[in-house]
T-cell receptor
Framework: DAKTTQPPSMDCAEGRAANLPCNHS???????VYWYRQIHSQGPQYIIH???NNETNEMASLIITEDRKSSTLILPHATLRDTAVYYC???????????FGGGTRVLVKP | DTAVSQTPKYLVTQMGNDKSIKCEQN?????MYWYKQDSKKFLKIMFS???????INETVPNRFSPKSPDKAHLNLHINSLELGDSAVYFC????????????FGAGTRLSVL
C-alpha cells in the first residue's frame, strides 16, 4: 500500500471549514484513499473514502486531485467535537489491513 | 446498543501473567480484527477472522492467541505477558465486501508492570 504524508497538526476555528491535506504520490491505479479519525480515548472512526472522483457524505467531503497524488478532507463546519487525530491511508480495493501512522492532530477552537 | 464492545476497558497486570480481552459485535458482520496501538499511536493489525476462520496473522508472537467461538465474538488471550505488550488493543469488524470500512471498539488499555 502507498505511503501517505500529513502535517502533524493544525488548528481550526469552530464553525469554519477545516481542510486537511494528504500527499500520496506513490498511489497506484487500484488504490483507494480512506480517511479515519480518532477522538481521544476512543477507537478509530471511518469518515469517507474515494478512488478518483470527489466524494461527499454527512461527515465530510473528499477532494482528490486529478493525478491522484494528493487529497484534501474537508470538514465543512468544524465543531469542538471534531477535535481528533485524522488519518489518511491508501489501500487496495480488496485491502483490509489498516495501518495508521502519525496523522494530523486537529484542534478546533471556540 | 453498542456496535463493537470490548471488555475490559482497562487491564493492569504483572509481567508473566495470562490475560484475556473479549470482543463482541452486534452488527452482523462476518469479519473481525484485533489491532495494537502503541504509545506513539501507530496502529497495526494483528489478526483477522472471517466467520470464525483465521485469515490474517501478522507475525504476532504465539503468546497471543485469538479465539472466535462464533462470528459475533473474537477474543484475545495473551500468555506470559511482557512489558512490551503494554498498549491499547482495538477490536474491529467489517461488513462483507467492505474490507477497509471497519467499525472499531473503544479499546482496551493494557498496562504490564
Amino acid at each position: 500500500d502507498a505511503k501517505t504524508t500529513q502535517p502533524p497538526s493544525m488548528d481550526c476555528a469552530e464553525g469554519r471549514a477545516a481542510n486537511l491535506p494528504c500527499n500520496h504520490s506513490t498511489i497506484s491505479g487500484n488504490e483507494y484513499v480512506y480517511w479515519y479519525r480518532q477522538i481521544h480515548s476512543q477507537g478509530p472512526q471511518y469518515i469517507i473514502h474515494g478512488l478518483k472522483n470527489n466524494e461527499t457524505n454527512e461527515m465530510a467531503s473528499l477532494i482528490i486531485t486529478e493525478d491522484r497524488k494528493s487529497s484534501t478532507l474537508i470538514l465543512p463546519h468544524a465543531t469542538l467535537r471534531d477535535t481528533a487525530v485524522y488519518y489518511c491511508i491508501v489501500i487496495g480495493a480488496a485491502g483490509n489491513k489498516l495501518t495508521f501512522g502519525g496523522g494530523t492532530r486537529v484542534l478546533v477552537k471556540p | 446498543d453498542t456496535a463493537v464492545s470490548q471488555t475490559p476497558k482497562y487491564l493492569v497486570t504483572q509481567m508473566g501473567n495470562d490475560k484475556s480481552i473479549k470482543c463482541e459485535q452486534n452488527l452482523g458482520h462476518d469479519t473481525m480484527y484485533w489491532y495494537k496501538q502503541d504509545s506513539k499511536k501507530f496502529l497495526k493489525i494483528m489478526f483477522s477472522y472471517n466467520n470464525k476462520e483465521l485469515i490474517i496473522n501478522e507475525t504476532v508472537p504465539n503468546r497471543f492467541s485469538p479465539k472466535s467461538p462464533d462470528k459475533a465474538h473474537l477474543n484475545l488471550h495473551i500468555n506470559s505477558l511482557e512489558l512490551g505488550d503494554s498498549a491499547v488493543y482495538f477490536c474491529a469488524s467489517t461488513p462483507r465486501g467492505q474490507g477497509a470500512i471497519q467499525y472499531f471498539g473503544a479499546g482496551t488499555r493494557l498496562s504490564v508492570l
